[in-house]
């Protein structure tokens, strides 16, 4: 395992907020593998060093992976000022966990939260490249042209995206819905993306991640990952190390 900012480590063990425990570790209250160590900053392993605060041994949170159904008008970030309800709010778990990689407020759909920080790093890296699959509800009619287009990427302000899979659902004259797949994780990208190609969207859910899928979870429930789920997260994350 890669090596962790010291103070984070005790922080999700839940000794104490991470500038509390930056506190205690000038202090001297911190010792790894048996010695003082009150200068920051300082790595440790938490998996191999013997960590002690105060002489009570630290041990590592276990990890934990869930899967969520977010609902519109929910938000993925740790605080919010607005004071607006946020997706961590929504699984319950004493485990300080976030999200990985980040829905938009109007978006609903699947997103997954753990408190395993190296994997929700590489997962929300564009290398590891994670098919994600949303279904998009669109005023109007699609053409053929535009779909064309968004398959072989449009040009946004970061540069042109990569290729995406594109399939129609339902072509209707006031309405249609599209299966867009993408490898990025650019803001608001799928919105964005129809914007380039002329189209409102009315509604956007994201259905699969990899091969984690929506189904059977309803808006707002969520569950933890199963086993064969978090292997098929560590096997992709692991591929390019
Ligand atoms: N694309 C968007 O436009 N919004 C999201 O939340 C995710 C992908």
């Known amino acids: ?30 010792r790894v593998n048996r010695k003082v160590v009150d200068e920051l900053p300082a790595f ?10 105060d ?28 004071g607006r309800k946020k997706a961590i709010d929504l699984v319950h778990t004493k485990e300080r966990i976030f999200c990985v990689g980040r829905l938009d407020a109007e978006t609903t759909g699947i ?8 994997m929700a790093n590489k997962l929300a890296h564009p290398r590891y490249g994670l098919a994600k699959t949303y279904v998009v509800g669109i005023r109007g009619q699609i053409a053929g042209e535009q779909v064309e287009k968004l398959k072989k990427g449009i040009w946004l302000a ?11 659902l339902k072509r209707g004259r006031a309405e249609s819905r599209i299966e867009v797949t993408i490898r990025q994780g650019l803001n608001r990208q799928v919105r964005r993306m ?18 984690i899928e929506i189904r059977g979870l309803g808006v707002g429930k969520f569950r933890p990952l199963t086993k064969a789920e978090v292997a098929h997260l560590k096997k992709t994350t692991d591929k390019q190390n």
């Open 1 to 30: 395992m890669a090596k962790l900012r010291l103070q984070k480590v005790l922080a999700a063990a839940g000794v104490d907020s991470r500038r509390n425990c930056e506190q205690l570790i000038l202090e001297g209250a911190v």
């Open 44 to 53: 440790v392993d938490p998996e191999k060093d013997l960590i002690t605060v």
């Open 55 to 82: 002489g009570k041994t630290i041990r590592p949170a276990a990890k934990v992976y869930f899967l969520l159904n977010k609902p519109k008008g929910v938000i993925c970030t740790s605080s919010d000022p607005q």
């Open 111 to 118: 997103i997954i939260l753990t408190n395993d920080s190296e």
């Open 158 to 168: 970061e540069g042109k995206t990569g290729r995406a899979s594109v399939k129609i």
């Open 194 to 211: 129809l914007a380039g190609v002329g189209l409102p969207v009315k509604t956007l859910t994201r259905t699969r991640i990899g091969r």
